[in-house]
């Protein structure tokens, strides 16, 4: 029982450092892209005024790369945590395609936003959106890589294994029958 509340917690706390994470790449847009959303009036004093004690206090908004930074140890600590379904059609080739397209989708973006306010604003959201999501897929991939060997135990039977009693036992109700399982500590097949 108390496992159970100790996982439930861990998946709180990786889902809170996920949504802290996302929320700091829509801090990121809207700090760097404030003429674009300046223009259509999606602007709020209050935000502006939070974003600025921020930038004031922790330089946060001095250079593009430090939110993103920010966010991309966040979505490492919470990937780590996550504890997905195992599938084994995720190989590390996969990984490595998704992280490179996130990495340069996510973090090489920055010239977009020298091009026309509308079509770069427009490119710079799409493409920070993509890497990050991107680098999500790749995260969650190597997690559920690292967590399972898929193919050292396909049947799960390294886990499922238990000792059993190997001394004839007799009485009125007693089915024996003949021993066949895999120790743990030698790795043999008793039987």
Not at 154 to 177: A, D, G, I, P, R
Request: aromatic share 14%; charged share 15%; proline share 2%.
């Amino acid at each position: 029982m108390q496992g159970e509340d100790d996982l439930r917690g861990l998946a709180k706390i990786m889902a809170f450092m996920r949504a802290v994470s996302i929320l700091l790449v829509l801090m990121h847009l809207y700090w760097f892209c404030y003429g674009f959303f300046l223009e259509r009036g999606w602007t709020l004093e209050v935000i502006n005024k939070i974003l600025g004690n921020f930038d004031r206090t922790a330089g946060l908004f001095s250079h593009t790369l430090y939110t993103k930074v920010f966010a991309l140890v966040l979505l490492a600590l919470s990937c780590l945590g996550t504890k997905g379904v195992k599938n084994e059609k995720i190989t590390w080739s996969k990984i490595y395609v998704a992280l490179g397209v996130g990495f340069v989708l996510f973090f090489l973006n920055t010239p977009l936003l020298k091009l026309s306010p509308v079509i770069g604003t427009f490119l710079y959201i799409l493409t920070i959106s993509l890497g990050y999501i991107a680098l999500l897929m790749a995260g969650v991939w190597m997690s559920r890589l690292l967590r399972t060997n898929l193919m050292d135990d396909v049947f799960n039977n390294e886990n499922e294994s238990f000792q059993q009693e190997t001394k004839l036992m007799e009485n009125e109700y007693s089915v024996n029958l003949p021993p066949n399982f895999t120790t743990k500590e030698n790795g043999t097949t008793v039987g």
